[in-house]
């Protein structure tokens, strides 16, 4: 998926589809997945603006370099977040 077609919001939605939780502390948004120690950590942005390329990048590295999802995993969470399934608090 094109870096323009995603969104901080669909971004969520894709890494809570693949089991990370969501934390907001002090203006930074921390995904985790404690059963893997797998940690993702971004500024915490408008949902609705685009993804910063490097902020994608630090997603996929996540996701991938613990081996919680390959690419084409996680290129499925983010096609499938974007049906707005997931609800994602402001």
């Known amino acids: ?9 669909r971004l969520d939605g894709a ?9 907001t502390v002090n203006g930074s948004v921390t995904y985790d997945r404690s ?5 993702v950590s971004l500024p915490a942005l408008p949902l ?3 993804v910063l390329p490097r902020h994608l990048a630090a ?3 996540g996701v991938a370099g613990i081996g919680v999802a390959g690419e084409p995993e996680f290129e499925r969470a983010l096609a499938g977040a ?7 608090p402001n």
Do not use: K, N, W
């Open 1 to 9: 998926m094109a870096v323009d077609q995603v969104t901080y919001r």
């Open 15 to 23: 890494l809570q589809s693949l089991g990370f939780h969501r934390h």
């Open 35 to 39: 059963d893997s120690g797998a940690l």
């Open 48 to 50: 609705d603006e685009t």
């Open 59 to 61: 997603a996929r590295a």
């Open 82 to 88: 974007g049906a707005g399934t997931t609800p994602v």
